[in-house]
């Protein structure tokens, strides 16, 4: 029975949202050995008071094109507060109302034209699912194998992953570990092809189904000149107008890089970068996606841009086109000739007074989450090349102020590929940092990574040392008044809240797995959520992957200036919009004067404790919070 939807709501095209659900019924078909499994399809689209044609238009296909798929009841017209409490999930008459539609469609006509099947034998102690990330890996790049045990199987310490040929023969250990998805190398020396794993647990020792073929890439790139030997194939983008979230798309034989530049303004993302492999787009093999700097402010803005791509390595195979954004998915059909790049001239790096004065790293092995530090007086861009090993996150950026690690005032973040996999790995690289726009500045520092914080270059004292000034209390009355976040689950965007007289930085720290950036960051003034009057946005690897994922967290916030005036609240994230601070007052009906109580705590929370009850007693728990 599928229910599922909403997150592919205004993500997916018709046919991309057709195509991934039928590859989910072809496998479960052809993992339970029945080629006829039946299939019941809800019609559920329904999010942010919106329902998505494409996404119903493609279940109805399923539905109506694929044997054994029956139709499931229709439920986005079940909406208020009454039928979904927080505008997306079912609950209170609405959860009556949905599993009536259900039971309706569970009808006597579906159990006769449904087709059952008995299992024959036992179900495999060990499934292995589909290797990621999805697109085909790169030779030497780490991959995460998802894996299901059998229900009721106990097997106790570590699984293995063996890499296998397409014919299913065991070519080499990849590695062993408890973790799940686990997360293994390819070897660097992969020839370009099909491939399958297999996880086995070890005590019993007990081999895995083997995986769906997958793709991988050789790590060797094509001749630099002469003839391409692959080609580009078309170039598109998709443009959405309200969130200023853009989709530039390229259609290609191999892996290409992509730039974006725009024509008559300013436009700061102008570096190449490797597009992944994305099929959502009908026509489109390639995509590379730029975020917002929050929903509907910055990122891509309307107007006139130059899309270029290339294949990797061929820089001869360079192909542009001029387009005016729309609204919308778009061929590019501007000027599509090839053209010829000019190699920029290396600029020898010596540091100068008053530039560059440090820099640093800070590297989070389980994650693989970098951040490139740098001090100096003015903004600065920043550069991070692998010496001993690919990496393709080579180009000059501007970094963006911050505070969080040792006093660096600029620090510029490499996400990881998704927590735990890809990103910047461990090896040797060159740090690099000049002050924007000074090609002179520039100073370099070769550094093997080390987990943690770590300074890699200093300058040489030229200036009187400044003695920092020693911390401050605000000024009376000028405190952060209001914390508040707001989550969004399908997409895993989240807003960082908050309410103060003067501008305030803000931190997120994750207390029950990994997660980065966690530093202190600059809020922005924003009044888009009523009640706040600034905002930190923490945006999504892509729509609905990675970002801030449901758990357990630590939101700070503190007046720029003003360590002192810092505040910090836990909370177990919940999908839309919540103030953690002031924290809610609890208390039963008593006699007990809240009025008379609240005065004495800077932020009470009064729990009345079941064991004791009026009017023989009223214990009272209470926390100040800092």
């Not at 300013?266 to 995509?287: I, K, L, P, Q």
């Not at 891509?300 to 001029?322: C, F």
């Amino acid at each position: 029975l599928w229910h599922q939807g909403e997150s592919d709501n205004g993500f997916q095209s018709e046919q991309a949202y057709f195509d991934n659900i039928k590859t989910v019924i072809n496998q479960s078909r052809q993992q339970s050995g029945y080629g006829r499994l039946p299939w019941m399809v809800s019609r559920v689209s329904f999010i942010n008071n919106a329902t998505d044609p494409n996404i119903i238009n493609a279940q109805n296909r399923l539905i109506r094109d694929i044997d054994q798929v029956f139709a499931g009841p229709d439920t986005d017209d079940l909406t208020g507060p009454d039928n979904r409490f927080d505008g997306l999930h079912f609950g209170g008459q609405g959860l009556t109302r949905l599993t009536d539609r259900w039971e309706q469609r569970l009808s006597n006509t579906f159990f006769d034209q449904s087709v059952p099947n008995p299992l024959i034998g036992q179900p495999p102690v060990v499934t292995t699912g589909y290797v990621l990330p999805v697109g085909g890996p790169i030779a030497g790049q780490p991959v995460s194998i998802p894996y299901l045990k059998n229900w009721g199987y106990n097997a106790s310490g570590d699984q293995t992953a063996q890499l296998l040929n397409v014919n299913g023969d065991v070519l080499q250990t990849l590695g062993t570990g408890g973790q799940n998805p686990l997360v293994v190398q390819l070897p660097g020396s992969l020839a370009s092809g099909t491939y399958r794993v297999r996880v086995s647990t070890n005590n019993p020792a007990t081999p895995g189904t083997v995986s769906p073929p997958f793709s991988v890439q050789a790590t060797a790139s094509q001749p630099p000149t002469g003839t391409p030997t692959n080609a580009i194939g078309g170039l598109g983008y998709k443009y959405d107008a309200p969130t200023h979230g853009f989709n530039f798309l390229v259609n290609a034989d191999g892996p290409v890089e992509v730039r974006l530049e725009r024509i008559g303004g300013s436009f700061s993302d102008t570096d190449w970068y490797v597009a992944r492999a994305d099929n959502s787009f009908t026509g489109y093999n390639r995509m590379q996606f730029y975020a917002p700097i929050l929903p509907g402010q910055g990122g891509v803005l309307a107007g006139q841009y130059r899309l270029s791509a290339r294949i990797v390595g061929q820089p001869n195979s360079e192909m542009a086109a001029v387009v005016t954004l729309q609204n919308g998915t778009f061929a590019a059909t501007g000027t599509t000739t090839p053209t010829t790049t000019t190699p920029t001239a290396t600029t020898p790096t010596s540091p100068v007074a008053d530039g560059i004065r440090r820099i640093g790293y800070k590297y989070d092995a389980p994650t693989h989450g970098f951040q490139l530090l740098a001090d100096a007086g003015l903004p600065v861009d920043v550069r991070l090349e692998r010496l001993d090993g690919p990496f393709t996150d080579n180009n000059w950026q501007p970094a963006v102020a911050h505070t969080g690690e040792g006093n660096y005032p600029f620090s510029r973040f490499y996400a990881p590929l998704s927590p735990g996999v890809g990103g910047v790995e461990a090896g040797k690289y060159r740090l690099s940092a000049r002050i924007m726009g000074q090609l002179i500045t520039a100073v370099s520092v070769d550094v093997i990574l080390q987990y943690g914080i770590y300074p890699a270059f200093t300058a040489n004292p030229t200036t009187t040392p400044v003695t920092p000034t020693p911390p401050t209390a605000p000024p009376v009355g000028t405190s952060i008044t209001k914390l508040g976040y707001k989550y969004d689950v399908p997409t895993h965007g989240f807003q960082a809240l908050a309410e103060a007289p003067s501008v305030v930085e803000v931190k997120l720290e994750r207390l029950d797995g990994p997660f980065s950036p966690s530093g202190w960051g600059a809020a922005v003034a924003d009044n888009s959520v009523s009640g706040y009057g600034f905002q930190r946005f923490y945006s999504p690897i892509t729509p609905g992957v990675g970002g801030v994922e449901a758990g357990k967290y630590r939101l700070s916030a503190r007046l720029v200036g003003y360590p002192n005036s810092e505040l910090s609240v836990e909370v177990a994230l919940q999908y839309g919009v919540f103030t953690v601070y002031p924290l809610q007052t609890i208390a039963r009906r008593s006699a007990l004067r809240m009025d008379d109580l609240l005065p004495k705590f800077s932020a009470p929370r009064f729990v009345i404790l079941d064991d004791c009850l009026p009017p023989l007693c009223l214990p009272i728990q209470s926390e100040r919070i800092r």
